[in-house]
């Protein structure tokens, strides 16, 4: 199993920035990817944002040149920078854990709000 807690979420003014944090337990070793995906009211959850073991990244278009997913394995996190926010950039943000040879993300965080509001 593994464990995944976000924090860093947040109300900000349309051009500012926020830190979102997951910290990561559990069968760590079994984890080949992680992700970011968001979800608005109304809205599908959709991948914002992934990191490989490998160090590979991968983001969707629409916050391409301003969200940047990094991890520092000594620590067990996760993190995505997010920079110029917009207020389409509203939503609940969750951390996802990939197990090897999986296709899907099967571990899931609780969620963090994220506002973009002036």
């Known amino acids: 199993q593994v464990q995944l807690v976000e924090s860093g979420g947040g109300l900000v003014q349309p051009g500012g920035s926020l830190r979102l944090s997951c910290a990561v337990s559990?069968?760590?070793?079994?984890?080949?990817?992680m992700g970011w995906y968001r979800q608005a009211p109304g809205k599908e959850r959709e991948l914002v944002a992934a990191i490989t073991s490998g160090g590979s990244t991968n983001y969707a278009d629409s916050v391409k040149g301003r969200f940047t997913i990094s991890r520092d394995n000594a620590k067990n996190t996760v993190y995505l920078q997010m920079n110029s926010l917009k207020p389409e950039d509203t939503a609940v943000y969750y951390c996802?854990?990939?197990?090897?040879?999986?296709?899907?993300?099967?571990?899931w965080g609780q969620g963090t709000q994220v506002t973009v509001s002036s």
């Open positions: 996802a854990a990939r197990r090897s040879g999986n296709a899907k993300y099967d571990y």
């Open positions: 559990g069968s760590i070793f079994s984890i080949n990817a």
